[in-house]
């Protein structure tokens, strides 16, 4: 089971003693490849060993970019387990050579399939995800600034920095703006009624400011350890960024997202469209962890995937206006007619939520 650069990691932790039967290959992301060492007076470990190669392309060694990711997920991980006791990693370390990255961390067990999940079992794993999120979302943080995390020198920083206000008005306007984009072209779906909700929902929103928060970006199953006594989150792509947008955000993944994405090629072998349904429960069990059935909050995260709904059509449409679709848009998305199927579909679905929200 052991790879050369497995080896030379495990030669660089001075890790002694380690036999074969201890090392087994437990995943692969499209970012790395991923390993645990079984250890017999102390806890089990997994190496995670940064690809050569991503989505067709060689990785450039970029430090600065390797520290900012790295220190991302440790920060995230520091942040989250003080809020809700090991649902992280407890243990998280890289490092990086030009000749082999990796990060060593705690072993979060196997966790179950999808598949294996019943329906009241998925609505209570969604339903700690979002009693989780609630309270991370509400944990202070001193990170200054907002979204991408960029490492400095000495500590992480969201790469704008402007008055939190103004970063708002600008969000609200940027939906705005695809709104406009969308309506000025001939694509056929009801642009009365996506306008009007659209706005309606912005006016109200300027109103009411949501806080920034340490968000994850990344919230698919494979980085969620679906243990039904204690779920844990792994390998997340923390930013900064408001919170209610972002509570949206996992119910637009688990309700919308990921299973219309599951024919392009990154996902195929998913099976989340066979799972549509419980990844449905998951989200309906993520709005009541997350608003504990508030029913002003609920509205509030649905307005949210109406609005992401309404930037995936958009995105969509632009890749569809490139002269060329890139290979990773291609492994992420899929060819030119997929994109022109799946932008039909979002149609309808930002339709259908803008009647039914
Ligand atoms: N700390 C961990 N504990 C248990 N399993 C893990 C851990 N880290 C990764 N894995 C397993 O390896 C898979 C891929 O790891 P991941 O870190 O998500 O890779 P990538 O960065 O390429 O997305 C995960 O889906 C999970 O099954
Ligand atoms: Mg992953």
Not at 275 to 293: L, P, Q, V
């Given at each position: 089971m052991k790879c050369d650069y497995l080896t030379k990691a495990i030669q660089?932790?001075?890790?002694?003693?380690?036999?074969?039967?201890?090392?087994?290959?437990?995943?692969?992301?499209?970012?790395?490849?991923?390993?645990?060492?079984?250890?017999?007076?102390?806890?089990?470990?997994?190496?995670?060993?940064?690809?050569?190669?991503a989505y067709g392309h060689l990785q450039e060694y970029k430090e600065n970019d390797l520290i900012s990711e790295y220190e991302s997920t440790k920060v995230y991980y520091q942040y989250a387990n003080k809020c809700y006791f090991n649902i992280c990693p407890t243990f998280f370390d890289y490092y990086l050579d030009e000749s082999l990255v990796f990060t060593i961390e705690s072993f979060m067990g196997k966790g179950n399939t999808l598949q294996s999940l019943n329906h009241?079992?998925?609505?209570?794993?969604?339903?700690?995800?979002?009693?989780?999120?609630?309270?991370?979302?509400?944990?202070?943080?001193?990170?200054?600034?907002?979204?991408?995390?960029?490492?400095?020198?000495?500590?992480?920083?969201?790469?704008?920095?402007?008055?939190?206000?103004?970063?708002?008005?600008?969000?609200?306007?940027?939906?705005?703006?695809?709104?406009?984009?969308?309506?000025?072209?001939?694509?056929?779906?009801?642009?009365?009624?996506?306008?009007d909700k659209i706005l309606n929902i912005i006016g109200q929103r300027r109103r009411n400011q949501q806080r920034i928060s340490l968000v994850n970006q990344d919230v698919t199953?494979?980085?969620?350890?679906?243990?039904?006594?204690?779920?844990?989150?792994?390998?997340?792509?923390?930013?900064?960024?408001?919170?209610?947008?972002?509570?949206?955000?996992?119910?637009?993944?688990?309700k919308f997202l990921l299973p219309a994405y599951s024919n392009a090629p990154r996902y195929r072998?998913?099976?989340?469209?066979?799972?549509?349904?419980?990844?449905?429960?998951?989200?309906?069990?993520?709005?009541?962890?997350?608003?504990?059935?508030?029913?002003?909050?609920?509205?509030?995260i649905m307005s949210e995937y109406i609005l992401w709904i309404l930037?995936?059509?958009?995105?969509?449409?632009?890749?569809?206006?490139?002269?060329?679709?890139?290979?990773?848009?291609?492994?992420?998305?899929?060819?030119?007619?997929i994109i022109k199927n799946r932008l039909i579909v979002c149609l309808k679905e930002l339709e259908n939520s803008c009647l039914t929200f």
């Amino acid at each position: 089971m052991k790879c050369d650069y497995l080896t030379k990691a495990i030669q660089k932790l001075d890790l002694k003693n380690i036999q074969n039967k201890q090392i087994s290959k437990i995943g692969e992301g499209a970012w790395h490849n991923v390993y645990k060492i079984e250890r017999e007076f102390e806890e089990d470990i997994v190496i995670r060993i940064k690809k050569k190669v991503a989505y067709g392309h060689l990785q450039e060694y970029k430090e600065n970019d390797l520290i900012s990711e790295y220190e991302s997920t440790k920060v995230y991980y520091q942040y989250a387990n003080k809020c809700y006791f090991n649902i992280c990693p407890t243990f998280f370390d890289y490092y990086l050579d030009e000749s082999l990255v990796f990060t060593i961390e705690s072993f979060m067990g196997k966790g179950n399939t999808l598949q294996s999940l019943n329906h009241t079992e998925a609505f209570s794993v969604g339903e700690k995800l979002g009693d989780f999120f609630s309270v991370m979302h509400s944990n202070p943080h001193d990170i200054k600034g907002f979204g991408t995390l960029k490492w400095c020198g000495i500590h992480l920083e969201g790469e704008i920095q402007k008055e939190a206000n103004q970063i708002w008005q600008d969000d609200n306007d940027f939906y705005i703006n695809v709104l406009k984009k969308l309506i000025s072209t001939n694509l056929n779906f009801d642009t009365e009624i996506v306008a009007d909700k659209i706005l309606n929902i912005i006016g109200q929103r300027r109103r009411n400011q949501q806080r920034i928060s340490l968000v994850n970006q990344d919230v698919t199953p494979e980085n969620i350890i679906l243990n039904l006594d204690n779920v844990s989150i792994i390998d997340p792509f923390p930013r900064l960024d408001f919170d209610l947008k972002y509570a949206g955000y996992f119910v637009f993944c688990y309700k919308f997202l990921l299973p219309a994405y599951s024919n392009a090629p990154r996902y195929r072998s998913s099976s989340y469209s066979q799972n549509a349904n419980k990844m449905r429960e998951i989200a309906d069990g993520f709005i009541k962890g997350y608003t504990g059935n508030n029913v002003s909050l609920t509205k509030w995260i649905m307005s949210e995937y109406i609005l992401w709904i309404l930037l995936e059509t958009y995105e969509h449409l632009e890749v569809l206006n490139e002269k060329d679709i890139g290979y990773k848009t291609l492994q992420q998305m899929g060819d030119e007619d997929i994109i022109k199927n799946r932008l039909i579909v979002c149609l309808k679905e930002l339709e259908n939520s803008c009647l039914t929200f």
